[in-house]
C-alpha cells in the first residue's frame, strides 16, 4: 500500500493584506500570488480533493519577502497538515537571530533564495557574509533548500563541501536543461544533497531525464512538490501530471518521490 502523499513546495497566500503586508523581494510581486492566491483554509481544501496529507508550506518570497509571518501562523493553525520552511536575508548581521525566533515560531525549514521569476538577487550562495547563518541553521539541525538556477550550482558545491553536516533540498532541481545537465548530475556524489521534483521539471524534462535522475540520485533523495498555486490548475491536476510522469517508475520508487523522501528530509513530518 502506498504512503500517504506529500507535498514539499507550496505556498499560502492571506486574504487580509493589512495584517500581511506584501513585501516581494525585487519590489515586484509574482503575477500567479497576486492572480490566484491561496489561503491556507483553501489550501486545505485543494489537499482533501487532490487526496494530500501533509503539505511542506515554502514562504512565498516573491509576495512577501522574509517576513514569515503569514506562513508561521498558518502552520500553527493547522499544525498537523503543514509543515513550514521560511526565509531570511543570509547577509544580514542578525540572520542567525532571525533563524532561531523563526524557529521558535514553529517553522522547521529555512529557504535560501536567490533567483526566481521577478528577481534575480545580485548575490552568490556562497558569499562568506552567509555562513554565520548557515552555521547556525546546520547546529539547529534545519533542514535547508535552496533556490538557484543551473549557472550556480557550482557556489553550491562551495557550501556542500564547507558544510557537510547541512541537508539541503534543490529547489525545482535548478531547472536544468537536459542537454546541459551534468553539473546536477555531478552534486550526486553529495549524499546531503536531496532533489525537490517540482511542475517545473515536469513540464520542462522527460521521464528519461528522471530516470537518469533517480539512478544518480536514488529515489530515496527525490521529493516531489507542486509549486501550487505558482503552477496553474487545480492541485488535484497538477498532482496527476506528475504521477503520469513518473508513471514508469516502481512503486517503491514513487513511494519515495510522493511521500518517503519528504519524511526523511523534514522529520518535523515524522
Known amino acids: 500500500m502506498a504512503s ?9 497566500i492571506a486574504a487580509d493584506e493589512r495584517r500581511y503586508p506584501r513585501a516581494p523581494l525585487g519590489g515586484r510581486q509574482s503575477d500567479w500570488s497576486r492572480e490566484r492566491p491561496v489561503s491556507a483554509d483553501e489550501m486545505i481544501a485543494a489537499m482533501d480533493a ?17 517576513d514569515n509571518s503569514y506562513l508561521a501562523d ?4 493547522h499544525p498537523r497538515r503543514f509543515v513550514g520552511v521560511f526565509s531570511v536575508d543570509m ?29 534575480a538577487q545580485d548575490v552568490r550562495l ?10 547556525c541553521a546546520v547546529e539547529s539541525g534545519l533542514p535547508i533548500c535552496v533556490q538557484l538556477r543551473a549557472p550556480a550550482l557550482g557556489q553550491l558545491r562551495s557550501v556542500l563541501e564547507r558544510f557537510p553536516r547541512a541537508r539541503v533540498l534543490l529547489d ?10 551534468e ?3 555531478a552534486l550526486a556524489k553529495y549524499e546531503n544533497l536531496y532533489l525537490k521534483l517540482t511542475t517545473h521539471n515536469v513540464h520542462e524534462l522527460s521521464q528519461s531525464f528522471f530516470a537518469r535522475v533517480v539512478k544518480s540520485y536514488g529515489a530515496n533523495r527525490v521529493a516531489w512538490g507542486s509549486n501550487y498555486p505558482a503552477a496553474e490548475g487545480t492541485l488535484g491536476a497538477v498532482l496527476a501530471e506528475a504521477r503520469a510522469a513518473l ?18 528530509f523534514y522529520p518535523a513530518l515524522a
Not at 500517504?4 to 499560502?12: E, F, G, L, R
Not at 508513471?247 to 526523511?264: C, G, L, N, V
Open 91 to 119: 547577509l544580514a548581521p542578525d540572520a542567525a537571530e532571525r533563524i532561531r525566533y523563526w524557529i521558535g515560531r514553529g517553522l522547521s525549514g529555512l529557504r535560501v533564495f536567490i533567483a526566481g521569476h521577478t528577481t
Open 247 to 264: 508513471a514508469a517508475f516502481s512503486d517503491a520508487e514513487r513511494d519515495w518521490i510522493f511521500s518517503r523522501a519528504a519524511k526523511i
Open 50 to 66: 487532490a487526496g494530500i496529507e501533509r503539505t511542506v508550506l515554502v514562504q512565498a518570497s516573491t509576495c512577501y519577502g522574509h
Open 183 to 185: 553539473p546536477l548530475f
Open 74 to 77: 498558518a502552520v500553527a493553525a
Open 172 to 181: 525545482h532541481m535548478a531547472r536544468p536543461v537536459a542537454d546541459d545537465a
Open 126 to 135: 556562497d558569499d562568506p557574509r552567509s555562513f554565520p547563518a548557515w552555521q
Open 4 to 12: 500517504p502523499v506529500i507535498d514539499t513546495h507550496a505556498h499560502v
